[in-house]
């Protein structure tokens, strides 16, 4: 994205949304624009592949829906869990097990929240985004809710195994 806003017209076309698409932005897109060449138009086609702004609702159920799945995996040790815990190499964690628990809640509660507002106070809006910040958006809430237990998994081993050794 960094790269995108740092060049003028892949700027104007890709980065500009709903209140921030304005005739200014327009206006530095038409000046940007030769009038013909095949890179000016494969970038005009990718730039008008748009979704509803009422898709920012699918922001907060995945981060809603991975909160919960997470904290299934990390209560049962569940297939997701040991996959990501088989692929980690040991190191010293940076976050006890309790702190792990608290920014998950956190993440639940923020995701929980911006969902209810989104489904009950949430007007209809013909703003678009760009179709590639809605996949960001979704990558960002699934990479979230994954690392903010990622920290703590071998702190979260270890309280597993001693479970199991009681049992």
């Known amino acids: 994205m960094l790269f995108v806003a740092l060049i003028s017209p892949l700027r104007s076309r890709f980065l500009a949304y709903g209140a921030r698409t304005s005739l200014s932005s327009q206006k530095e897109n038409e000046k940007d624009k030769p009038r013909n060449g095949t890179v000016t138009v494969l970038l005009d086609r ?58 998950w809640a956190m993440v639940a509660i923020q995701g929980s929240r911006r969902l209810y507002e989104s489904l009950e106070f949430a007007r209809p809006s013909k703003s678009q985004m760009w179709f590639v910040h809605w996949i960001l958006g979704i990558a960002f809430y699934t990479a979230t809710t994954m690392a903010v237990w990622v920290e703590g998994i071998r702190e979260r081993i270890a309280v597993l195994h001693i479970m199991l050794e009681l049992t």
């Open 46 to 103: 990718l730039a008008e592949i748009r979704v509803p702004h009422s898709w920012f609702t699918s922001f907060y159920v995945v981060c809603v829906t991975w909160s919960l799945v997470w904290a299934s995996q990390l209560i049962t040790a569940g297939p997701l869990f040991r996959a990501v815990t088989n692929t980690t190499t040991p190191r010293e964690e940076t976050m006890s097990f309790r702190q792990v628990v608290v920014t």
